[in-house]
């Protein structure tokens, strides 16, 4: 009896009932299919069929309004599925925490991709593609030199990886399964590459060269530590935190980022630019950069003395979010955020626990008893606790969100190819609610539009 392997599920939407509309404005009735797609049983209407309901024949039509797409499915996706409720998160049918435990990043990267897990074979190529695909081009260099000593890395790494594109004008042909193939190895490749130059950039140390010999994350460690030794020697307790880290943050569906990928990706831009797109989503302090807000947050409170008077000042509504609290799918515990605590446990069993995990632990006793977080069901995140463990690794705290960005690198990718490859998908073009003014002739209030000019300003 060998790994029997369930056979792919559908994509195909199939209907499960009506939706009966009666226009009280005109009295007419409108039926629309209900449909469910997937093991799941997601169901949605087209917001397309809703068109047809107007007063007028000349009418646009009814349009769906929902601002930041608080219930709206902008694709079908085989990827990866979350309960918020049940707080679950699955990566192609695989629960997270098997794959924590059990995987390995470049395992995970490839099955995102490819939606099974890879083969012996498939593995293997896979790491030597990745493997001698991590050098980038020495100009790369001398643009990362540009910046200045304390340019925030993230600002770095969006510039860089859009630079690339530059370095690979055969990326936009993304129609060509292997121009799309070879785009994918470099992104995955060069992303710890890059996100460690820019760390050594800022730190003002030479930049380290890939080790070939060393695995994906000792390689990412060895461009960022390596000193004057000829091999680094990876702390093992840091290699396998960062690779659990890594499959935890690999992807996430839907969210801010990948979103952003997806939009810029529907253009038909080459996967360099629509990656640089997702890094400067990710950037946000309410998306990837809570990570290193919850670091900023601990800092400012400084003793566990003081964290109940932040938290009062947190529920008061006046004061700062609590940061690495709350998700906008997640109504329980983020299933991520609890691998990362168990983590930090075994990472601080070694280091010692410090200050600001006490700290940490006092914030999460508190906002998880007190009704102001329970009422609204806002628990830790990913990004609570994740950025304990980066400092305790002795990454800076403005490194944290690079951190995030190399390994949501392998997410992004496999969201923008299944929106390449998905026929119902064109370029994202949302519509709006218009509620400017209606037309009204121009005339300017000015005298001269050219007050700067040294000649007379030309007649209008
Ligand atoms: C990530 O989407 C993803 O999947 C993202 C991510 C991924 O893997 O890609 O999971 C990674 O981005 C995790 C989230 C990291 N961000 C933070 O930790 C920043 C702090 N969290 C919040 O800003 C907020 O919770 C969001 C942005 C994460 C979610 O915001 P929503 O869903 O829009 O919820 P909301 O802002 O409407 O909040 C609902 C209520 C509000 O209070 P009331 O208006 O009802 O009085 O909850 C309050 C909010 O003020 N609230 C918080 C809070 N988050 C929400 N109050 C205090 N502290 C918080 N952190």
């Not at 260099?141 to 594109?165: E, I, N, W």
């Not at 290193?292 to 700062?320: C, P, T, W």
């Not at 799918?329 to 605590?341: E, G, Q, T």
């Not at 969201?415 to 121009?442: H, S, T």
Request: with cysteine.
């Amino acid at each position: 009896m060998g790994n029997t392997q369930p056979t792919p599920p559908s994509s195909e939407l199939r209907e499960t009932g009506t939706l009966d509309i009666k226009d009280s404005r005109t009295s007419k009735s409108y039926s629309v299919k209900i449909l469910e797609g997937g093991v799941e049983g997601d169901t949605a209407v087209r917001a397309m069929d809703f068109r047809q309901i107007k007063t007028s024949p000349d009418e646009f039509g009814l349009m769906t309004y929902d601002p930041a797409f608080m219930n709206t499915a902008s694709c079908k996706s085989a990827i990866t599925f979350i309960d918020g409720e049940k707080g679950i998160l699955r990566y192609r049918g695989y629960p997270i925490e098997q794959l924590a435990e059990k995987s390995t990043f470049l395992e995970v990267a490839w099955l995102l991709r490819h939606g099974e897990l890879p083969t012996q074979g498939e593995y293997d190529q896979w790491v030597h593609d990745i493997t001698y695909h991590t050098y980038v081009h020495e100009n790369i260099k001398t643009f990362l030199q540009g910046f200045r000593y304390d340019a925030h890395p993230m600002s770095m790494l969006c510039s860089a990886v859009a630079a690339l594109s530059s370095f690979y004008p055969e990326a936009k042909q993304i129609h060509d399964p292997e121009q799309r193939n070879i785009a994918i190895v470099r992104l995955l490749a060069k992303l710890p590459t890059l996100a460690a130059f820019c760390y050594r950039h800022v730190k003002g140390l030479p930049f380290i060269y890939p080790d070939n010999d060393l695995s994906y994350v000792e390689n990412f460690l060895s461009m960022v530590a390596r000193m004057s030794e000829s091999k680094y020697e990876a702390n093992p307790v840091f290699v396998k935190a960062l690779e659990i880290l890594f499959i935890l943050h690999a992807d996430h569906e839907q969210n801010c980022s990948a979103s952003a990928v997806r939009a810029v990706g529907s253009s038909q831009v080459d996967p360099f630019s629509a990656i640089a797109a997702g890094i400067a989503a990710l950037y946000g302090p309410l998306h990837g950069g809570a990570n290193e807000q919850v670091l900023r947050m601990i800092k400012e409170i400084g003793d566990k003395k003081n964290v109940a008077a932040f938290i009062e000042n947190v529920k008061s509504g006046k004061g700062a979010k609590l940061m690495g609290f709350g998700h906008r799918v997640y109504k329980s515990y983020d299933p991520r955020a609890k691998i990362v605590k168990k983590l930090a446990d075994e990472v601080f069993a070694q280091i010692g626990v410090d200050k600001d995990l006490e700290i940490a632990l006092e914030l999460e006793r508190i906002a998880l008893s007190d009704d102001y977080f329970v009422s609204r069901k806002l628990y830790p995140n990913v990004d609570f606790y994740t950025g304990l463990i980066y400092r305790s690794m002795a990454f800076p705290t403005d490194f944290f969100t690079v951190l995030f960005a190399v390994a949501r690198t392998s997410g992004w990718l496999a969201q923008w190819e299944e929106m390449l490859n998905d026929k119902e998908q064109k370029i994202a073009r949302p519509r709006q609610i218009y509620v400017g003014y209606g037309e009204r002739p121009f005339k300017s209030k000015l005298t001269n539009h050219f007050p700067n000019a040294k000649k007379p300003a030309p007649a209008k």
